[in-house]
Nanobody, 118 residues
Framework: VQLVESGGGLVQAGDFLRLSCAASGGTFSNYVIGWFRQAPGKEREFVASISGSGGSRDYADSVKGRFTISRDNAKSTVLLQMNSLKPEDTAVYYC????????????WGQGTEVTVSS
């Protein structure tokens, strides 16, 4: 499975961005998709995930109520809508995929950078 992220950029605090993760090379609905981020000098952290059918979603506490993950299996795409952005959301955002039976993500995109200025 190949993953390509897009949609990052430079915004001000309070603004919004929508990240996209486009997948190819597999049966998309067989994969859980997750978004992770890594800020400068920090470890990579989980942001959100969505099940293969889209019926189950999970969020990090730090983004609950502000970020929404969704997927379109017909287009093999996952979106991360990020509202009310804060400077602490600044990071490189990665999408990742794992088969539904695996606990660990084994496919990763190259990342897209998000910078939120105060």
């Amino acid at each position: 499975v190949q993953l390509v992220e897009s949609g990052g950029g430079l915004v001000q605090a309070g603004d919004f961005l929508r990240l996209s993760c486009a997948a190819s090379g597999g049966t998309f609905s067989n994969y859980v998709i997750g978004w992770f981020r890594q800020a400068p000098g920090k470890e990579r952290e989980f942001v959100a995930s969505i099940s293969g059918s889209g019926g189950s979603r999970d969020y990090a506490d730090s983004v609950k109520g502000r970020f929404t993950i969704s997927r379109d299996n017909a287009k093999s795409t996952v979106l991360l809508q990020m509202n009310s952005l804060k400077p602490e959301d600044t990071a490189v955002y990665y999408c990742a995929a794992r088969p539904t039976w695996r606990k660990a993500y084994n496919y990763w995109g190259q990342g897209t950078e998000v910078t939120v200025s105060s």
